[in-house]
Nanobody, 120 residues
Framework: QVQLEESGGGLVQAGGSLRLSCKYS????VGWFRQAAGQEREFVSA????????RYSDSVKGRFTISRDNAKNTSYLQMNSLNPEDTGVYYC?????????????????WGQGTQVTVSS
């Protein structure tokens, strides 16, 4: 069973940046999702196990960058040019297999989430 722990959330002003971290217990493909209050969880970004393939949602493309350091068992989500619509709980998730997936149902393990709040 893969264990995941997110960190790095917080309160930031619009236009600012945050870097989220996801520490994982086993090397696997990692996805980042977010959920705003009263809304469904949505895909943000994903990266395969060796970091050679990445995927982004249209809403974050060009602003967010996903990466990983397997020597540290950690994935990162660098978030720049944040706006209030980026507010929500951010979750990292892990799945087996080589495919970089945007579907939450394909992920087997989830972290507890970290809150990101962007003020206007």
């Amino acid at each position: 069973q893969v264990q995941l722990e997110e960190s790095g959330g917080g309160l930031v002003q619009a236009g600012g940046s945050l870097r989220l971290s996801c520490k994982y217990s086993e090397e696997s493909a990692v996805g980042w999702f977010r959920q705003a209050a009263g809304q469904e969880r949505e895909f943000v970004s994903a990266i395969n196990s060796n970091g050679g393939s990445t995927r982004y949602s249209d809403s974050v493309k060009g602003r967010f960058t996903i990466s990983r350091d397997n020597a540290k068992n950690t994935s990162y989500l660098q978030m720049n040019s944040l706006n209030p619509e980026d507010t929500g709980v951010y979750y990292c998730a892990a799945r087996s297999g080589p495919v970089v997936s945007a579907s939450s149902v394909s992920y087997d393990y989830w972290g507890q989430g970290t809150q990101v709040t962007v003020s206007s």
